[in-house]
């Protein structure tokens, strides 16, 4: 099926462009030439002593006395974190080797900042320009897709190749920056140093794409699209704000060297976001856990933030199970997947619409995703998630918005275990249902706090009620155990020491490398792993000053499984049992996040360890021997739920007589449903499998079911789930 954002990239550009052929030119521009807008680029670092002084020239000197000059501040060298960018070696192709300098409108030469720039620029003012340029434009934030139909129109007759760039702009990135005290008295270094005009994209590469080759006629214009995929930054630079972005184009005739002979025509800057046209599409609650039995609704908003009336196309698609059913409902009626819906909307205005997803009784996870395309080119649209009870892992993304679960999706899928992703939201309601998963992979990321007071409540019922689970996530330990934190309290430290099972060393340790312990049966065989890879994540930690913290285990029932290379007694990650109320569980807590792990190939070698022994029985209550134990003990079946086999353990109590060992299932009516054990047995630990069948062969339905064993005077119940 095609989704709405794929018909406009197919037709959208051929029905909006034909409209607008058949009105007159003279509608939508005017006959009068365009005032020239000068163009200064220049080359600049973070790590430039000196560049803060081409900042303070701009600033100054130029823009108050010539505010249509358009700058373009081209990162590079050094650490600096936004030298890499698509189109970054238009700096080689401008000559521009020595920080800060500059060249003007592509005529000037290289030229120093200061006074140079500035007399430049003033030549500049004067000359016409040679053409006209019109931008019909439009930015998806969900997609981060920008479109655009760009007009040129020639002022002159103009003879040669001209190209033109379309160049994603930034203001306001606040990042530390080196001075020499001459532009910045007093100050050697700026942390929060703000800096302007930063190119983050080139759109169409350095020297763009073609506008005319041969003679281009007074008053012809020429259209040409664009479209365009805002990319991720890489690490360590920080992500684009699309709220503090412009878009220049230019044109100018192709010439060697470009600095000096390859003359701007010119150049025209807007906001990345078209203020007449815009819209936003928002949901209170985007994630959900529910029971599959019944459907969900998920209620959006769509609101006309623009300033003039608009039309928006609706429809929803979905990711998830074939036998899931999904409908949208607006003011007009209710719509099934592969129909629309057509909706104007005011300045203003507002309209709610409700999404429903039937799981139909089918355990799984899905995204039903609801779309908007307006007449004029305003796209957006909402993720709904459902994950019904019942899965192998719930993974909760609890990361701001980052997106390293899908590190631990592709995990999931090697592994071939059924899982949903939600955000920590929608775990606080599901109550005692949480324990329905087999596991949770917890990620925090760089949250803070990285767990707040209703998120350790459910983790803590979680582990009461026999759950495993995988926290990680970075500063988490100092978060939560260090009373220099601001989010520390007693309540988060008796989390850290009784369910976590962990001891609180420091929080920053340099150390970038970990390795496994030898002989553990999570991390056996893990040499040199590196945090600094993956997302990129750790090397903006490393710049934050965050690191992967030092703790060790609290208890004779926790472990280590990892430590810092070259220091075997200092460790960054643990695993424990935990003996809760209401069964045992499992905990693995490293503080790292599993995001940061820098290679595949490690990162599929420690979540197959974490899935293996999660899943594994307990050994709470054993002797380090494995032999007999000290009291009498009826342990969490695994897995669970379970589907087609699940296997019990239990531990009969030391210095007494072999006796009958009665082991039983029963259903919710206390209907016995199978016999497993019933014969004499002396002191030690046992495992027998129920094959989820009944005493006659046939198969047990789904549902909740107890397992009892009784010893002499011993009696214990356990609670299983069988999911069919």
């Given at each position: 099926m095609m989704s709405i954002a794929m018909l406009w990239r197919r037709w959208g550009f051929v029905i909006f462009l034909a409209g607008f052929l058949l009105l007159s030119a003279e509608s939508f521009r005017s006959l009068q030439a365009q005032t020239r807008n000068p163009v200064l680029e220049f080359c600049t670092g973070t790590w430039c002593q000196w560049c803060p002084c081409g900042d303070s020239t701009i600033i100054n000197q130029i823009l108050p006395v010539m505010p249509n000059v358009i700058v373009l501040a081209y990162h590079g060298g050094g650490s600096d974190p936004f030298r890499v960018f698509p189109g970054n070696d238009i700096l080689g192709r401008l000559g521009l080797n020595a920080y800060p300098t500059g060249v003007i409108d592509r005529v000037s030469g290289v030229r120093s900042w200061g006074s140079q720039w500035v007399s430049s620029l003033s030549a500049r003012m004067g000359v016409p320009a040679g053409v006209d340029i019109d931008v019909t434009r439009s930015y998806n934030p969900a997609t981060r897709?920008?479109?655009?139909i760009i007009d040129f129109t020639a002022r002159q007759t103009l003879n040669g190749d001209y190209n033109f760039n379309c160049i994603l702009v930034e203001d306001g990135q606040v990042w530390g920056q080196t001075s020499n005290n001459t532009c910045t008295p007093g100050h050697s270094y700026i942390s929060d140093f703000v800096h302007e005009w930063v190119v983050r994209s080139i759109m169409n590469g350095s020297t763009g794409d073609p506008v005319s080759s041969g003679t281009w006629n007074q008053g012809q214009t020429i259209t040409r699209?664009?479209?365009?995929?805002?990319?991720?930054?890489?690490?360590?630079?920080?992500?684009?704000?699309p709220d503090s972005c412009h878009i220049v184009v230019l044109v100018y005739k192709v010439g060697s060297p470009m600095n000096s002979n390859a003359e701007i025509q010119q150049a025209v800057q807007v906001s990345l976001i078209d203020p007449n046209y815009a819209a936003t599409l928002e949901s209170p609650q985007a994630d959900r856990l529910a029971d599959s039995a019944s459907p969900v609704q998920y209620t959006a908003l769509l609101r006309n933030v623009g300033v003039l009336e608009d039309t928006y196309t609706v429809g929803l698609q979905f990711d998830g199970p074939s036998s899931w059913d999904q409908s949208f409902t607006t003011v007009n009626g209710t719509f099934p997947i592969g129909q629309t819906d057509s909706i104007t909307l005011q300045p203003g205005d507002s309209t709610t619409i409700t999404v429903e997803v039937n799981p139909n009784g089918e355990i799984g996870f899905g995204t039903a995703v609801l779309e908007f395309l307006s007449q004029n080119n305003i796209a957006g649209s909402q993720d709904f998630r459902l994950a019904t009870f019942g899965l192998d892992v719930l993974i909760v993304a609890d990361d701001d918005g980052a997106g390293y679960e899908h590190y631990t999706?592709?995990?999931?899928?090697?592994?071939?275990?059924?899982f949903g992703v939600v955000s920590s939201a929608a775990v606080i309601p599901a109550g005692s249902n949480l324990n329905t998963f087999g596991g949770l992979v917890w990620n925090t990321g760089l949250t803070e706090p990285?767990?707040?007071?209703d998120e350790i409540t459910a983790l803590e019922n979680y582990l009461d009620n026999g759950g495993g689970l995988y926290l990680n996530g970075l500063d988490i330990a100092y978060q939560l155990a260090d009373p220099a934190s601001p989010y520390y309290s007693t309540d988060t430290e008796q989390f850290f020491t009784n369910y976590l099972h962990a001891t609180y060393h420091t929080r920053n340790y340099a150390s970038q490398l970990a390795e496994g312990i030898s002989g553990d049966p999570v991390t056996d065989g893990i040499l040199h792993m590196g945090l600094s890879g993956g997302s990129g994540a750790s090397t903006i930690n490393i710049q934050l000053g965050r690191y992967a913290n030092h703790i060790s285990p609290n208890g004779i029932s926790a472990a280590p499984i990892f430590h810092y290379f070259m220091h075997s007694s200092d460790y960054l990650g643990i695993r424990a049992e935990h003996v809760g109320p209401n069964g045992n569980s499992r905990v693995i807590f490293t503080t790292f996040g599993f995001e940061t792990i820098a290679t595949d190939a490690h990162r599929a070698q420690f979540a197959q360890g974490i899935s293996n022994w999660l899943s594994g029985p307990?050994?709470?209550?054993?002797d380090p021997g494995g032999q007999t134990a000290g009291s009498f003990r009826l342990l969490p079946n695994y897995p669970n739920p379970f589907n087609p086999e699940t296997h019990i353990r239990y531990v009969l109590p030391a210095g007494e007589q072999s006796r009958q060992a009665v082991l039983t299932v029963y259903n919710q009516l206390g209907q016995k449903v199978a016999l497993l054990v019933d014969q004499p047995q002396?002191?030690?630990?046992?495992?027998?499998?129920?094959?989820?069948?009944?005493d006659a062969g046939t198969p047990a339905g789904s549902g909740v079911y107890f397992y009892t064993l009784r010893y002499g005077d011993y009696e214990q119940t356990q609670k299983m789930i069988l999911l069919r």
């Open positions: 897709e920008f479109n655009a699209n664009i479209s365009y995929t805002v990319p991720t930054p890489p690490a360590p630079a920080p992500d684009i704000i999706v592709t995990e999931m899928n090697n592994l071939g275990a059924s990285a767990l707040n007071a307990s050994a709470i209550g054993e002396g002191p030690g630990s046992y495992e027998v499998t129920w094959n989820g069948r009944d």
